[in-house]
């Protein structure tokens, strides 16, 4: 993503003379920026999230330097179509002009769904599909619609994850939640959508937290907290630390943001 | 764009989608070759003006086989509102040639045709069927779900859309222009076409589409 992305004074409403869903919307994302969209149901975040994508059409206004490569998860993946995993895949993989689906078949958990087909899924995996799908495109622009609907613990703590490794290649996430599920994407700008209107809340930098655990379950420590998507700033032992509060002879000092991120 | 059109066949055939209207073609053609043997002109064109609302149904099926947020993703991945259009428009042409030929092969196996000028009532015949595969698509198209938005309302535009076709397009229409060129290619068939009514109507079938998809095409704007 080159420039900026930017929403120009954006209205939408699905018929004339209904009641407008988005009001004179102006907002921007830039590369390797999060947005969180934030709102109550039926506030019109889905419909911001597909006029971003290119889906809709603003009734009024423009949305200018639209990226060119965008990957696009809907709130409830359409399972009911005649494919397997696999096929469907490889299918969305070519629209895009994008490589084998292999890495994201992997990294999500779904080899052993390879030939299952997708009316048969569960809806969690349903919903992995269609995240690999927006993946395998190599995406400027991710659009993540409710991604952490249907999905499992385990296939939750993913999605911070690559987010955070989407945004260290530069690449614009946008996401939307009612979970509170997003408080684990770190640095992100708030969209707040009511009354058809969008307010901006620039991320504030929040002082870390500082854990101490025992030394012995330091590292342990550590490895949970990074592959449950938190960022870990600082590691340093106890003993090698003077004046650092909270301090002690046997323990281990970490501090940290409860948020999902990079390594320390 | 040829990832889509085959995903949408194989989406058409594997959910049997292509039965109802393969089972109404078979049926408006076995009553057409019930009766015993006609020249073969005559009977193409028929058989053409026949197939028109088969093929417009087939078409609105095939389009609407694909659920609209599947449609929606698949214009995101192709990055083109115009590409992911014209990808369903391309795979309703390719299912509505196997419906043509058996149309076309259809009196034969039965002996149905009087084996007169056998060459040029062929080629006469693929011409009439031909040429109302344009038409049919874009009605089809005009009523897919899509468009139309609620299943009456496409409903109506299909059916609406067949009858006055065929009522607009009577030789005593004021405004047969209205119509495609469907009784008057069977008229022209059954009382010897030459070759500037094959061109005059080819023409006006052309146009008739055209004109069709392009508001077709317009309403796409918005409607994903």
């Known amino acids: 993503m080159v420039s ?18 988005l009001l004179e919307v102006d907002a921007g994302i830039e590369a390797g920026e999060i947005v969180v969209v934030r709102g109550r149901n039926g506030a019109g975040k889905s419909t911001l999230l597909q006029l971003i994508a290119g889906v809709l059409r ?23 179509q005649p494919f397997t995993v696999s096929g469907y895949l490889d299918a ?15 990294r999500l958990g779904l080899v052993p769904f390879r030939t299952v087909r997708l009316g048969e899924l569960s809806k969690g995996t349903a919903q992995k599909v269609g995240l690999a799908q927006a993946l395998i495109s190599e995406p400027d622009l991710l659009i993540l619609d409710e991604p952490w609907e249907g999905l499992d613990a385990a296939a939750r703590d993913l999605v911070p994850g690559i987010v955070a490794e989407l945004v260290a290649k530069d690449v614009a996430v ?26 901006v809340e620039e991320p504030v930098e929040q002082a ?18 990074r592959a449950g998507g938190h960022r870990v700033l600082r590691v340093r032992h106890a003993d090698q630390a003077t004046g650092v509060p909270g301090s002690h002879s046997d323990g281990a000092t970490v501090p940290a943001q409860t948020a999902g991120g990079g390594a320390a | 764009m040829t990832a889509l059109v085959l995903m949408r066949l194989a989406g058409f055939i594997r959910t049997g989608r292509f039965i109802p209207p393969l089972i109404a073609a078979l049926v408006l053609l ?33 389009l609407d086989t694909e659920p609209d947020v599947q449609r929606r993703l698949a214009l995101v991945a192709l990055r083109s509102r115009t590409r992911e259009a014209i990808g369903g428009l391309v795979a309703a042409v390719l299912v509505a040639v196997p419906v043509v030929l058996i149309a076309l092969a ?68 004021p405004v047969p222009w209205l119509a495609p060129p469907l009784i008057s290619s069977a008229h022209t068939l059954a009382q010897g076409a ?12 052309v146009v008739w589409s055209g004109a069709v998809l392009a508001g077709y095409g317009w309403l796409r704007r918005t409607r994903a």
């Not at chain 1, 603003?58 to 009911?80: L, S």
């Not at chain 2, 070759?33 to 003006?49: C, K, M």
């Not at chain 2, 259809?106 to 031909?130: C, T, Y």
């Open chain 1, 92 to 106: 969305m993989a070519a629209f895009a002009g994008a490589g084998s689906p292999e890495l994201w078949l992997e």
């Open chain 2, 106 to 173: 259809l009196p034969w196996i039965v002996d149905a045709l009087k084996p007169v000028d056998v060459g040029s009532g062929l080629l006469l015949g693929l011409w009439a069927h031909a040429i109302v595969v344009p038409p049919a698509l874009a009605l089809g198209a005009l009523s897919s779900r899509v468009v139309a938005g609620t299943p009456g309302r496409a409903a109506a535009i299909l059916a609406g859309g067949i009858v006055l076709a065929l009522v607009l397009g009577l030789h005593s229409s």
């Open chain 1, 174 to 199: 946008l996401v939307s939640d009612h979970r509170g599920e997003t408080a684990r994407l770190p640095g992100a700008t708030t969209w707040t959508v009511a009354s058809a209107r969008v307010s």
């Open chain 1, 208 to 225: 870390p937290w500082v854990i101490e655990v025992s030394a012995e379950d330091g590292p342990a420590a550590v490895a949970a907290l």
């Open chain 2, 30 to 62: 076995g009553i057409l070759y019930g009766g015993g043997q006609a020249g073969i002109a005559e009977a193409y064109g028929v058989s053409a003006l026949m197939m028109f609302p088969v093929l417009a149904w087939q078409t609105k099926l095939l």
């Open chain 1, 4 to 21: 900026p992305m930017r929403l120009h004074e954006v209205s939408f409403r699905y018929r004339r003379r209904s009641e407008w869903v």
């Open chain 2, 194 to 205: 030459g070759s500037a009514a094959v061109v005059g109507l080819t023409a006006w079938a």
């Open chain 1, 58 to 80: 603003p009734t009024r206004g423009r949305i200018v330097d639209r990226p060119g490569r965008i990957g696009w998860v809907p709130e409830r993946f359409p399972a009911e």
